[in-house]
T-cell receptor
């Protein structure tokens, strides 16, 4: 596609439910990153993939958060047993290759946990 | 601990003014620094800087890096209301391929 796309754009869920957020990177981009962005803050790194391999998940807050990219393209970030503190904008970015390359961001998924 | 600090946190100017936004960093084995503009949607890429002293320029925007003093500046000349946004700086820590973002500078340009 022309840019990074994410779905859904907005998600409201009740505490305790699981949610799955999807990211479709720019076609041909090898690396894919997940960030969380709180209001008034810069994006905070969660995890990233090179092709289908998860290279670094040090930013995932706890074991309720997981991510996968099984075929090296679309990625899913899953949050289990959501809590109110999980409410945030979740952004995905992709880059041409792993390494010193600019990242292009998607529009984000605004998650609200009630 | 790796850190990126942007200043000022916010800035209000009038159209036509020139602004300078600052980004200082502390990372292990610096490799690259990125500038982004964020309006209401996703951050949009502006510049990538890897070498000291080489200015990157795009229209009224320019940026330069000082690896000795560990900072970068983003200049916007002849500001327009369309420049109103949050400007984010991110630094890659070598060997990690992770970017650490600052909190951003919120710029408002008044007509």
């Amino acid at each position: 596609g022309a840019g990074v796309s994410q779905s859904p754009r907005y998600k409201v869920t009740k505490r305790g439910q699981d949610v799955a957020l999807r990211c479709d990177p720019i076609s041909g981009h090898v690396s894919l990153y997940w960030y969380r962005q709180a209001l008034g803050q810069g994006p905070e790194f969660l995890t990233y993939f090179n092709y289908e391999a998860q290279q670094d998940k040090s930013g995932l807050p706890n074991d309720r958060f997981s991510a996968e990219r099984p075929e090296g393209s679309i990625s899913t970030l899953t949050i289990q047993r959501t809590e109110q503190r999980d409410s945030a904008m979740y952004r995905c970015a992709s880059s041409h290759r792993q390494g010193t390359y600019e990242q292009y961001f998607g529009p984000g998924t605004r998650l609200t946990v009630t | 601990e790796d850190k990126v600090v942007q200043s000022p946190l916010s800035l209000v100017v009038h159209e036509g003014d020139t602004v300078t936004l600052n980004c200082s960093y502390e990372v292990t084995n610096f490799r690259s620094l990125l500038w982004y503009k964020q309006e209401k949607k996703a951050p949009t890429f502006l510049f990538m800087l890897t070498s000291s002293g080489i200015e990157k320029k795009s229209g009224r925007l320019s940026s330069i890096l000082d690896k000795k003093e560990l900072f970068s500046i983003l200049n916007i000349t002849a500001t327009q209301t369309g420049d109103s946004a949050v400007y984010l700086c991110a630094v890659e820590a070598s060997g990690t391929y992770k970017y650490i973002f600052g909190t951003g500078t919120r710029l408002k340009v008044l007509a």
